[in-house]
């Protein structure tokens, strides 16, 4: 008998490293399809149970940065992430109606703002933010989560994000997009894209 | 420090209540959307990792069923159920092409044909059925899943297929279409159709 245990370490984020090599073990649907597709003998043959995918944990940030941007700033950052975001491959996915795209992009800066250590807006109005069941209706895939986060570290650049926090903020969006993902379009696991990746493109020009 | 433990218990289908029971354990999204968003502090707040569900094992079915019913019956059986699959809510995911809809039946046909013990017809011309991989090019989300099942028991019905092996081919096609599921609209794993709950369907009126 073999067994495959898989841990979820609960508000514990000191356990990620062991996390992560449980996690390489769980039966995913890397199965091999090359292999023969086995023949129907006499008895039922029981197939694994599967997961598609572990959606990893998320480091949500800490009030620093609120204390350093502001609101302003941070709506700012919002406008021009959606701004790129309305002319690109996922364009679609974003009211053509100018009112309404400033609505929601105001909205989105609710929620960056409340979620970044500022005035509680957002959740006043709207409840919890529920990120995943609020993007059930638009349909994102791998592909479309791989845009939105360019385009925000685009966006980062574009504004000069302030250097220490950038870690902290990355971090966050780079693990809170991966759960908008509700179509998948392949077995592979959702590209992660550590901080160590990409930290090269924000070092100063000297 | 709490931990969950989820065990995938792999080629062992007797552990299959035990494994229920684990299931439960699993962090999947069901958040409460009434509490309130935490509002962020001086430290980085780590969340849990989750799964969205786990796809169940597969009880795939022994060679009882084709030595029973034969390679004719099983496409009749194929042919039924595409025909009215093509004008279901779900019809345009069928070829339009009258041709290429039979082309596409009878190499699902092949695969029912194999897959219940018959010729391996299927895999020898397409190699491993790898079914989740050759769906993802398909958008299909859980009402889909529901639609091509509940279409299933209707053409189980309508053509009579032989009583004693129901349940064997049921549970089979119920935990293997939810195999097929890569758009997912709600947080609701899904819906599950145990042979219990429709076997009275079948039972002979008297």
């Given at each position: 008998?073999?067994?495959?245990?898989?841990?979820?370490?609960?508000?514990?984020?000191?356990?990620?490293?062991?996390?992560?090599?449980?996690?390489?073990?769980?039966?995913?649907?890397?199965?091999?399809?090359q292999?023969?597709?086995?023949?129907?003998?006499?008895?039922?043959?029981?197939?694994?149970?599967?997961?598609?995918?572990?959606?990893?944990?998320?480091?949500f940030?800490?009030?620093?940065?609120?204390?350093?941007?502001?609101?302003q700033?941070?709506?700012?950052?919002?406008?021009?992430?959606?701004?790129?975001?309305?002319?690109?491959?996922?364009g679609?996915?974003?009211?053509?109606?100018?009112?309404?795209?400033?609505?929601?992009?105001?909205?989105?800066?609710?929620?960056?703002?409340e979620?970044?250590?500022?005035?509680?807006?957002?959740?006043?109005?709207?409840?919890h933010p529920?990120?995943?069941?609020?993007?059930?209706?638009?349909?994102?895939?791998?592909?479309?989560?791989?845009?939105?986060?360019?385009?925000?570290?685009?966006?980062?650049k574009?504004?000069?994000?302030?250097t220490?926090h950038?870690?902290e903020?990355?971090?966050?969006?780079?693990?809170?997009?991966?759960?908008?993902?509700?179509?998948?379009t392949?077995?592979?696991?959702?590209?992660?894209?550590?901080?160590a990746?990409?930290?090269?493109?924000?070092?100063?020009?000297g």
């Amino acid at each position: 008998m073999t067994v495959v245990y898989f841990a979820l370490y609960r508000k514990n984020h000191f356990k990620t490293k062991e996390f992560r090599m449980q996690e390489d073990t769980i039966e995913g649907f890397h199965c091999n399809v090359q292999a023969p597709f086995e023949k129907a003998g006499a008895e039922i043959r029981m197939t694994d149970a599967k997961v598609d995918f572990v959606f990893p944990e998320v480091p949500f940030p800490s009030n620093k940065i609120f204390a350093t941007m502001g609101a302003q700033a941070i709506e700012a950052m919002v406008v021009h992430h959606h701004t790129l975001l309305r002319k690109s491959a996922i364009g679609e996915l974003f009211p053509s109606d100018d009112a309404v795209f400033a609505h929601v992009t105001h909205k989105t800066a609710e929620f960056f703002i409340e979620a970044l250590g500022g005035a509680q807006d957002f959740s006043t109005q709207y409840g919890h933010p529920a990120l995943r069941e609020r993007h059930f209706r638009f349909l994102i895939d791998e592909k479309a989560r791989d845009i939105w986060l360019m385009l925000y570290k685009k966006t980062l650049k574009d504004i000069a994000f302030p250097t220490q926090h950038l870690e902290e903020f990355w971090n966050w969006i780079e693990a809170l997009s991966i759960r908008m993902i509700n179509r998948r379009t392949t077995f592979e696991t959702p590209k992660r894209y550590p901080f160590a990746s990409i930290a090269h493109e924000f070092t100063p020009k000297g």
